[in-house]
């Protein structure tokens, strides 16, 4: 039978038992996407990533992504990591302060910037493929506070309203008043049920600016049941759009920003995110996410 080498890394973090798990299998040629989905489902981690010969020959690599229950076409920490993982285990090389391999992902090609200090990879920043936008859609503060097991009063004022945005998978940003709010934010099923055909996406991105840290300009959160995430720990995509929401409430048209995300607080697993955005005229141009990955353990895997 078939044995697959893995790699497993905490993603947006510079030390173990922190940030987002991933599962990398570096060389998956020959692997079906049932056998990719099912593995994916037996490692049990918000995503694992297969990579394989690209189909475009400009692009380094095809990568898929996979959580226990679905492939995705993007997402930001699996992006991360797989381009990490590669560069620790010699498969792309690295040249100089950065190096630049392209992704093949379902969005399309993906830029990943790989920052090399002392010879060894130690952080990565992805170009998002696809710019950033708000969903359109008017929603209730009530119904969405009550998902939230939260009051109206928790959510922020009527010029920080909930909102969808996508950069290639949506989701609904919900900014609430205070860390402490952000702290007691639970998924309601039952009221996310009822809501599910209302909102822009049922991944929920829960953050506050009201961070009590200088290191911090935002600290978040991330719901996704439907996907069988109940709490993720760091969220790439998620950052990736933030800017779309962010950006038509700075004072300047033209700019560019970087805002330093802390996500998975709560979960024990504290991850810092960067993402940077520039705009002209109002209109997104350009956004980056980056961060940091550490490798936890490694492996072969036996597929029947």
Request: proline content about 9%; aromatic content about 8%; overall charge negative.
């Amino acid at each position: 039978m078939p044995r697959y080498q893995f790699f497993t890394l905490d993603v947006f973090t510079d030390r173990v038992f922190a940030g987002n798990p991933l599962a990398v299998f570096p060389d998956a040629h020959g692997l079906t996407g049932e056998q990719m989905q099912a593995i994916a489902a037996e490692f049990n981690l918000s995503e694992t990533t297969f990579v394989l010969p690209p189909e475009d020959p400009s692009c380094t690599a095809r990568v898929r992504i996979f959580t226990p229950r679905a492939e995705m076409p993007f997402a930001g920490h699996p992006t991360i990591g797989t381009a990490m993982c590669l560069a620790f285990i010699d498969r792309v090389a690295t040249h100089g302060p950065a190096t630049t391999i392209v992704f093949e992902e379902g969005v399309g090609p993906v830029p990943v910037e790989i920052g090399v200090e002392n010879g060894r990879a130690s952080f990565a920043t992805l170009a998002v493929a696809t710019p950033p936008r708000l969903v359109e859609g008017e929603l209730s503060v009530e119904p969405i506070a009550e998902m939230l097991s939260l009051s109206p009063d928790d959510l922020c004022d009527v010029d920080w309203r909930p909102a969808g945005a996508t950069a290639g998978v949506p989701f609904l940003y919900v900014p609430v008043r205070s860390l402490d709010a952000l702290a007691r934010a639970r998924v309601d099923s039952a009221a996310l049920h009822r809501m599910h055909d209302k909102l822009p996406s049922p991944h929920i991105y829960v953050f506050t600016t009201a961070t009590e840290d200088s290191d911090v300009d935002i600290r978040s959160r991330m719901f996704a049941p439907t996907m069988g995430i109940e709490e993720d720990p760091a969220t790439g995509a998620a950052a990736a759009a933030l800017p779309a929401y962010l950006v038509p409430r700075e004072p300047a048209s033209d700019g560019m920003k970087t805002w330093r995300v802390r996500q998975g607080v709560e979960m024990g697993r504290p991850s810092d995110l960067t993402v940077d955005a520039e705009w002209t005229a109002g209109a997104i141009t350009r956004v980056r996410v980056g961060g940091s990955a550490v490798t936890v353990s490694e492996g072969w895997l036996t597929v029947p």
